[in-house]
């Protein structure tokens, strides 16, 4: 799950197209929809939400008075750009999303403004302005780019990029030529530095080589099978455990630590919890710090929502 800017989704469109749309083709093709069945259909859908603002799949359906199952084929639309899905009709936390006409959505945006090959190009750059130092298999993965792909893209972009090494590794890095000053200008703190992450953060996810903030040992408490990652404690840019929240029977934030840390490093831990937590529930919350976690591996999906549920 990405957030875009509005400026930068004609070019996510035009770089991932290629990628999407033949996985939903395929997939609607599974799912027992013909060719003539997707035409006639989405023809109809289009003329259904014509002025009509956002609809879900099911008055979708409904108002057609068609028993096809129609989600591949929304789904295929979104993809074709010419459907966009919007705010759920429930609230935030519902999945009975809306879908709109994608030129009624956002009338002042093209998705045919750009060309495959500039759109990768921007979004090569985009991560490493984000992401850098990363490796070409950081970008590969993030992407969904092949490192064929990836590496033609390097070099295209070769008077705005520059490999770097690391001291700690012996892999080679790349960073954006720009950002090169800022990098070397960057002063090691002698303060221990806490952050609490959300899950799903995107310091966790954007790479595929996880060595720099993360032991292999701790691998399985921090992603489930599906690669998602779960809520965690960072100190100095390192995993060191995982936090959750809990409204029953009280209001509550459980720690799990892999490991002990210094008395100082625990109180701040256990001030950014109370207040993460309070910000949360809207009220104070109570500590808890568990002996023990079942890894992610292990437990059933949507385990990485409440990682701490069973301890």
Same mark, same amino acid.
């Given at each position: ?32 929809? $013909?060719? !003539?069945? =997707?035409?006639?259909? &989405?023809?109809? +859908? *289009?003329? /259904? ?5 956002? @609809? ?112 700690? $590794?012996? !892999?080679? =890095?790349?960073?954006? &030529?720009?950002? +090169? *000053?800022? /990098? ?5 703190? @002698? ?121």
């Amino acid at each position: 799950v990405y957030i875009l800017t509005r400026d930068f989704i004609p070019t996510a469109f035009a770089a991932t197209r290629k990628m999407t749309e033949p996985k939903s083709e395929a997939y609607s093709k599974f799912l027992g929809i $013909s060719e !003539k069945e =997707y035409k006639e259909t &989405s023809k109809r +859908i *289009g003329e /259904l939400l014509n002025g009509h603002g956002g @609809k879900t799949v099911k008055s979708i359906r409904d108002e057609l008075g068609t028993k096809l199952n129609i989600s591949p084929i929304v789904n295929l639309m979104c993809d074709q750009g010419l459907l966009i899905r919007g705010a759920p009709e429930k609230g935030w936390k519902s999945n009975l999303h809306t879908y709109h006409l994608f030129n009624e959505y956002f009338p002042d945006i093209r998705l045919d403004q750009e060309s495959e090959e500039d759109a990768r190009k921007k979004v090569v750059a985009a991560h490493l302005s984000s992401f850098g130092p990363a490796t070409e298999t950081d970008i590969s993965w993030w992407t969904g780019f092949s490192k064929g792909e990836v590496r033609q893209i390097i070099n295209d972009l070769k008077d705005k990029v520059v490999y770097i090494g690391n001291s700690t $590794s012996d !892999k080679t =890095y790349l960073v954006l &030529s720009e950002q +090169i *000053g800022l /990098l070397m200008g960057l002063k090691e703190t @002698k303060k221990d530095i806490v952050n609490l992450l959300p899950g799903l953060d995107p310091y966790l996810m954007g790479y595929k080589e996880r060595h720099r903030y993360l032991d292999q040992k701790n691998y399985d408490y921090i992603f489930d099978p599906a690669g998602n990652a779960t809520s965690t404690i960072l100190l100095n840019g390192e995993t060191i455990g995982v936090w959750d929240v809990y409204e029953k029977p009280r209001p509550l934030v459980k720690l799990f630590l892999f490991e002990g840390v210094q008395n100082e490093v625990l109180k701040d831990i256990h001030s950014m919890a109370k207040k993460i937590g309070k910000f949360i529930m809207e009220k104070e919350v109570q500590i808890k710090e568990c002996d023990s976690m079942t890894p992610l591996t292990r437990r059933k999906a949507g385990g990485v929502m409440s990682p701490l549920k069973d301890n």
